[in-house]
């Protein structure tokens, strides 16, 4: 596993949250659970959401790992036509 720290974002308008690596942005995340999947193909976590929601690997902005709510967006807020509902990678990264 690679000891390198993740920021997840604030949600925005649909309730997603981005995450980044350092200037890296890994991807979107509508839960807990597909943010553990994305940190998992990243090799930032091996474990469950148990795991994810206790990392202190994770900077948490504009709420913890509880919070996954539709809230306001902004100017921040990533989205993209034919973005996937449940987990969306950076086309650069593929």
Not at 10 to 34: I, K, N, Q, Y
Not at 41 to 62: S, Y
Request: charge should be negative.
């Amino acid at each position: 596993m690679v000891e390198r720290s993740a920021r997840v974002e604030a949600p925005c308008g649909s309730g997603e949250r981005r995450v980044c690596l350092g200037d890296e942005f890994l991807g979107t995340a509508h839960s807990l659970h597909e943010l553990t999947l994305l940190l998992r193909e990243a090799g930032l976590v091996g474990g469950d959401e148990l795991d994810v929601a206790e990392a202190d690997l994770i900077e948490w902005h504009g709420g913890g790992p509880e919070v996954w709510p539709c809230q306001g967006g902004g100017p921040n807020c990533w989205s993209a036509p034919g973005e996937l509902r449940y987990l969306v990678r950076d086309p650069r990264r593929a």
